[in-house]
């Protein structure tokens, strides 16, 4: 309505859609568009797959990443929705593949760093390894609440306390007001005994 070009914001529009729940709509809608911009049908392309593999369209996902990636190669997202994916699909090997490809060409992607760490979890790793990943992506994007609340999390799960309080001191500097800061103050209270 105010003369914005596709380019610009339907890439927008469709992440907000995929956030509000909207994935359906978002596919019906916006399922045939194409974009001049390499990089806007890249992003387009990327939601759309993962807003497809919400719908449980698996085969069109990947379909739609293919494209995404056809279109800007290299793609952080869609190569970090392509992990996802493996993983969901079971193929953890696979998934940790894919994101080390990712990270020695993009060593600065902060979520490509927290991903690493949930499926290094999942695959038994070494809970330094795990924290580790978790903590480059904390240098990298110093306010990632995920990264904050997965470090705390883990130490909350494997009863270190102290650990657990230093990480959240560290998140409630950042994120004060965050609600996963306030929830695991009352998480780190209750396993306090107070």
């Given amino acids: 309505a105010l003369g914005v070009a596709p380019s610009q914001g339907l890439p927008l ?16 809608r916006h399922g045939r ?3 001049p911009d390499a990089l806007a049908q890249a992003q387009l392309a990327t939601t ?6 919400r719908l449980g369209q698996a085969d069109a996902a990947q379909a739609r990443l293919a494209a995404a990636l056809q279109a800007r190669p290299g793609h ?8 996802r ?3 969901a699909g ?27 760490g949930h499926l290094l979890l999942h695959q038994d790793a070494e809970p330094a390894q795990v924290l580790a990943a ?54 780190l209270a209750a396993a306090r005994g107070d």
Wanted: overall charge negative; hydrophobic content about 55%.
């Fill in 13 to 28: 529009l469709a992440e907000a859609l995929l956030r509000s729940g909207q994935e359906a709509v978002l596919v019906e």
């Fill in 33 to 35: 568009q194409t974009l």
């Fill in 48 to 53: 759309l797959a993962e807003a497809q593999a």
């Fill in 76 to 83: 952080p997202p869609a190569l970090r929705l392509q992990a």
């Fill in 85 to 87: 994916l493996l993983a």
């Fill in 90 to 116: 079971g193929d953890l090997a696979a998934a940790v593949t894919r994101l080390q490809a990712l990270l020695a060409a993009q060593p600065g992607d902060a979520e490509a760093w927290l991903l690493m």
């Fill in 134 to 187: 978790w903590r480059q992506a904390l240098v990298l994007q110093p306010d990632l609440a995920s990264a904050h609340a997965a470090i705390v999390a883990l130490h909350l799960a494997r009863r270190d306390l102290e650990a657990a309080g230093q990480q959240l001191a560290a998140m409630r500097q950042r994120l004060p007001q965050h609600p996963r800061t306030l929830q695991f103050e009352a998480e």
